[in-house]
């Protein structure tokens, strides 16, 4: 039997929307620049990249970005003066702030200056894309952000999904689970990630995957009594990718 | 003890040494003064009657001392040729005091007409123990005064003179080193104090100094470790994700996936419990314990769940401290944390929470833990545990912070009771 494809499938963009999302990434450390805008890329991002403060100052200076990536310790000066100097000017964009320092203090002056997110050194990848994605829904998108997957629609504003018009019941867990691997979609998502952007880092991490697997049985068991065209897999010892 | 009251006791205790002293001194002096002046009398009295004994021989009659304080009796040549004056103290009856008085008395011997006379003069004298009790009175009142003047003089006086010696211990008293505030000494004439502020200050200064390059340090060694870290597991992310490995080359990038992981674990209890160890968490607040602890367990609901532990919280009484929240979300949820890593499937979690306090018990191993090594760092009961051994220090830690006190006891469950503040 051939399956029929949903009629409102809009194929596998990410956005409904066609705008091409620009994003800034400063950075001094090279390979995990590198590293950052190869993953952004793939997402269809338009990447530029800052090694220094005095570069990125001309950058955010010159040209509008969506989303900016800031690490606050840069060769030249700190980053959150150029957050500051960002913000005096009245540009618009996004800015999350990357360090490595986790420290409290910076956390909060970050955000004081407007910054919209914070993440700590080191991250998942998949926890990046969860965050621009998120900043970027509610600044730039103004909520046209529904994801389509083959017959899957999710809503991550009003939190909700169907498939075809068909209404799904998931309860909050399963439903930010299901949100955060269509947002790393055909992207393998470490369990730790997974568990930590949904139960939050308090999560035990001795046994997490023994329990986020049972939490992806469930929503498989779900996903497929609804006949929705993904898959989630598990990658051997690692973690989950959903593949559409 | 302070420091008034040790000069002031330190200066009587001088004055009795000195005064007795003194007195003694003093009081011998004036004896022998006395005696010299009495004895001159004496002498002068004796030339006298021996010179009226010359033109009027009835003084040679006179054997007697009644009214006139000497007598006359002839002796023998051999008694009188070799006599030499004697000054002695004796006593006498006196009328008018009804009783026997001190005299001195001079006995001496001269020749008149060839006989040999013994001639005695007296002469009223002082008492002695009436002129020691004078003494004595005069000095105990003298020493009072002085003792008075000194309490006085140490109230008014030293309680001016030390005034920026307490400014700067107010000052002190008020400093923290990772606060913003610098002390203020208060200016002064006295050397030893501005001395003492110019030094004080120095000190504080060069500490804050240390203090904040510690500080950068931590930031450093976090900066310098987090980004390589984050770099590896991004590029082992990468590599997992292109899809050409077999299972067993996944299982090895899975288990050195999970050994950065956990390093990068191990990474930020240590810094955590660096900050927490240099109060880094000035910002406090009143937090509603109660409120607090039902949320972190609302959190762990889905893990318990999972676990088959069931968690049940009494609330006694409310609980509000005084705390940075943050620092008390770590405290409480190391703790629950605790409770549910080392219990069994099936088990359970009993949260109490009194007026600052609160009580965890929960199943688990059939063994109590040694109270010794638990809030160790690294101490791990299971070595293979995927824990990084620094949950329970860290908990303790901001308890030490706190001056809370942490107590584990095993009662066929295993209590952790912490007694807030």
């Known amino acids: ?244 | 003890m302070k420091l008034q009251n040790i000069t002031t006791a330190w200066f009587v205790a001088a004055l009795v040494l000195l005064i007795s002293v003194w007195a003694t001194i003093f009081y011998f002096a004036l004896l022998n003064e006395i005696y010299d002046s009495i004895d001159d009398g004496l002498d002068n009295q004796k030339q006298l009657i021996i010179q009226r004994a010359a033109f009027d021989s009835t003084v040679l009659q006179h054997s007697e001392f009644r009214e006139s304080g000497y007598s006359i009796k002839q002796v023998s040549p051999a008694a009188g040729i070799n006599f030499t004056d004697r000054y002695v103290d004796t006593s006498l009856y006196m009328q008018n005091e009804d009783d026997n008085e001190p005299v001195r008395m001079l006995t001496t011997m001269f020749r008149q007409n060839g006989a040999y006379y013994q001639l005695q003069v007296i002469t009223s004298m002082v008492e002695e123990d009436d002129l020691v009790a004078q003494l004595l009175y005069s000095l105990l009142w003298l020493f009072f005064g002085l003792v008075l003047s000194i309490i006085l003089l140490n109230k008014f006086l030293l309680g001016r003179i030390w005034k920026p010696f307490y400014h700067l211990l107010q000052q002190l008293k008020k400093y923290q080193l990772d606060a913003q505030s610098n002390i203020n000494t208060a200016p002064t004439r006295i050397e030893e104090f501005r001395l003492l502020n110019e030094n004080i200050t120095a000190l504080l200064h060069r500490n804050k100094l240390a203090y904040n390059s510690q500080k950068q340090f931590i930031e450093n060694a976090a900066h310098e470790l987090q980004t390589p870290l984050a770099i590896s597991i991004n590029k082992l992310e990468s590599l997992a994700d292109r899809g050409h490995m077999n299972e067993e080359e996944l299982q090895l990038l899975g288990s050195a996936l999970d050994h950065l992981e956990r390093m990068t674990r191990l990474n930020r209890s240590l810094l955590l419990l660096s900050r927490i160890e240099n109060k880094q968490f000035n910002d406090t607040e009143t937090v509603d314990i109660n409120g607090l602890v039902r949320q972190l367990v609302e959190d762990f609901s889905d893990q318990a769940q999972f676990s088959n532990i069931t968690i049940a919280i009494t609330d006694e009484a409310p609980c509000v401290v005084h705390i940075n929240r943050g620092l008390a979300t770590i405290l409480f949820t190391n703790l629950i944390k605790n409770a549910l890593v080392h219990n069994h499937a099936g088990g359970s979690i009993h949260i109490r929470i009194g007026d600052k306090k609160v009580v965890v018990e929960n199943t688990g191993d059939d063994t109590p833990l040694d109270t010794t090594l638990l809030f160790a760092r690294f101490y791990k009961k299971n070595p293979s545990a995927a824990s990084t051994g620094l949950g329970l220090a860290i908990l303790k830690a901001i308890a030490d912070l706190h001056g809370y006190t942490i107590q584990y006891s095993y009662t066929g469950l295993h209590v952790f009771t912490i007694q807030l503040k």
């Open chain 1, 1 to 244: 039997m051939v399956k029929i494809p949903a009629t409102d499938k809009t194929g596998l963009e990410i956005y409904s929307s066609n705008l091409v999302m620009k994003i800034l990434v400063i950075e001094d450390e090279q390979d995990m620049r590198n590293g950052l805008v190869q993953s952004l890329q793939q997402e269809g991002y338009t990447v530029e990249t800052a090694s220094n403060f005095d570069a990125a100052l001309d950058k955010i200076m010159v040209y509008e970005y969506d989303c900016i990536l800031l690490d606050i310790g840069l060769p030249g000066g700190n980053g959150l003066e150029l957050l500051a100097q960002l913000k005096r000017e009245g540009k618009d964009g996004s800015v999350i702030i990357v360090s490595a320092k986790d420290s409290l203090e910076d956390k909060i002056t970050g955000l004081n200056l407007g910054a919209d997110d914070y993440l700590a050194k080191p991250f998942h990848m998949a926890e990046l894309h969860a965050r621009v994605r998120s900043v970027l829904r509610r600044n730039t998108l103004n909520g046209n952000s529904q994801i389509t997957l083959n017959n899957l629609l999710i809503d991550p504003i009003d939190r909700w999904a169907r498939v075809d018009e068909t209404p799904m019941i998931f309860n909050r867990k399963e439903f930010d689970v299901l949100l955060y691997l269509a947002i790393n979609k055909n992207r393998l998502v470490h369990k730790n990630a997974l568990a930590e952007h949904v139960w939050g880092d308090r999560i035990d991490e001795a046994n997490s995957f023994d329990f986020v697997y049972s939490q992806i049985k469930n929503l498989r068991k779900k996903l497929k009594e609804h006949g929705a065209e993904v898959e989630i897999q598990a990658v051997y010892g690692i973690g989950y990718k959903l593949t559409a």
